[in-house]
């Protein structure tokens, strides 16, 4: 007879800088063992700050520390306040099925209450969700219409107007070459963090 599985609490504390204008939510972090950095899309081979790296600085390798097969931890950190980019996950507690990193096989056991964190972050516009997941995730907390990759969908929140962007994953396992993931991420991070004051 299997042993049930365990549930896994959710390692971090949400990101959110106080002038966060973009919540990106991804489904849940890695387990221990692949993570190369004790923060958001730690993985060394998820490719979330290389897009980061091309998009802000047309260099794919900026955040990454090849020396040391990680990534600079506190650059990213500063970076994203000063962008005001809030980060955390859909879910706060999932079990494995498999023993790996895929949303297929995450049963989520806790979803996170998307609605409190956006209360912490009250000048966030714009919410970018990565991958399917969490995108399932969100559509069953809002009534809002999922809009196709790399565009998104205009919600509310308490009175408050958002639009809900749906992003690539940033996984190798998602077939998309990462110049062209980086390509959809930087129309969406030019809407919402560059052109955003013009709007």
């Known amino acids: 007879m ?9 390692p971090l504390t949400p990101f959110l800088p106080e002038n ?3 919540l990106m939510l991804g489904s849940f972090p890695p387990q221990r063992k692949r993570w190369a950095m004790d923060f958001y899309y730690p993985n060394f081979i998820n490719d979330m700050w290389r897009i980061f790296g091309i998009v802000f600085f047309d260099n794919k390798e900026h955040f ?9 931890r506190e650059e990213i950190i500063q970076f994203l306040t000063e962008k005001g980019v809030a980060l955390f996950d859909t879910a706060t507690a999932v079990r494995r099925l498999n023993d790996n990193a895929s949303d297929k096989f995450l049963e989520v056991v806790q979803p996170t209450d998307i609605k409190a964190l956006l209360d912490k972050i009250p000048e ?9 997941k969490a995108t399932e995730i969100f559509l069953q ?10 565009d998104f969908t205009d919600f509310s929140c308490q009175n408050r107007r958002l639009q809900f962007y749906r992003m ?7 077939p998309l070459k990462l110049e062209r993931k980086a390509e959809i991420y930087r129309e969406m991070f030019e809407r919402v963090l560059i052109n955003s004051g013009n709007s």
Do not use: M, W
Request: glycine residues 4%.
């Open 124 to 132: 966030c516009k714009s919410v970018a969700v990565t991958g399917q």
């Open 20 to 22: 966060a204008k973009l």
């Open 141 to 150: 907390q809002f009534d809002v219409r999922e809009p196709a990759i790399g």
């Open 2 to 10: 299997n042993e049930p599985l365990s549930v896994e609490s959710h």
């Open 168 to 174: 690539p994953s940033s996984s190798r396992a998602y």
């Open 64 to 72: 990454v520390d090849r020396k040391n097969k990680s990534f600079f």
